[in-house]
């Protein structure tokens, strides 16, 4: 069954002056060793790809990954022009990488596969922040938030069990519940007012008005060895709003 959404509105596409300056404000380059260097809302300042240890082509990346959000550019198109970029550098398939603090000789690798989870997981957090600025641009007349899945075999019984979750947009479950919420989340959440719900719902989507309990789960950062409480069912590192915790310029 399609999922009905408001004329003109594209599931997973943001505005792109949102996502746009979204991305742009992650203006620090850091170099990881691995994906829990980086934790939460320090990706919204942040810019990194675990283990590629060279600076400058951390910043071909980012600079790429820039123009795909602006111009819409497809990840086969820029996946072209990133591994071109890797092979000259000799940093296309297995490679070994010294961390630096530690002296530890690390394995990564730089394939099809890495290079499509880099794009999705990038340009679905600008998109999201930049969704979110919309969201609170138009609370006044779209005062409602509403997360809705693919609604397809994909989902993820978690994340099915959120589709029609309708909260205020000040409500504090999205600090934690805007997706995506995962690695390949495929999820949306949309501003929408009263009579925007009641259309759903006549069109038999089952809408949910009370924040979902969340569930706290510990989990232990390998890296660092630090203990934090992750919602379930939101996979660790994701369990935060990307346009909300954004920095401010100036």
């Not at 994909?154 to 205020?168: C, E, F, I, M, T």
């Not at 504090?172 to 501003?191: M, N, V």
Request: contains cysteine; neutral net charge.
């Amino acid at each position: 069954m399609p999922t009905p959404v408001p004329p003109g509105f594209s599931l997973g596409i943001a505005e792109p002056k949102d996502a746009i300056a979204a991305f742009r404000q992650r203006k620090l380059l850091e170099l990881t060793f691995g994906w829990e260097d980086l934790w939460n809302e320090e990706h919204t300042r942040a810019f990194t790809i675990s283990r590629l240890a060279e600076t400058d082509l951390l910043a071909f990346i980012q600079a790429e990954l820039d123009k795909a959000i602006a111009k819409g550019t497809s990840l086969a198109d820029w996946s072209e022009t990133v591994q071109a970029r890797l092979e000259q550098a000799g940093w296309w398939g297995r490679k070994e990488v010294v961390e630096t603090s530690t002296g530890e000789v690390l394995q990564t690798v730089f394939n099809p596969a890495r290079l499509e989870l880099i794009f999705e997981v990038n340009v679905r957090q600008a998109q999201a922040a930049g969704r979110w600025q919309r969201i609170e641009r138009s609370k006044k007349t779209l005062p409602l938030v509403i997360y809705r899945t693919m609604r397809d075999e994909r989902v993820r019984k978690s994340h099915a069990a959120w589709d029609g979750v309708v909260l205020p947009v000040d409500d504090p479950w999205w600090d934690t519940h805007f997706p995506p919420c995962g690695w390949r989340c495929r999820c949306t959440a949309y501003a929408i007012d009263e009579g925007g719900v009641k259309e759903l719902s006549a069109a038999g989507i089952k809408i949910q008005r009370k924040a979902p309990h969340v569930e706290w789960v510990d989990y232990i950062n390998k890296r660092t060895g630090e203990s934090s409480r992750v919602p379930a069912g939101v996979d660790p590192g994701f369990g935060y709003n990307p346009g909300k915790f954004r920095p401010q310029l100036g």
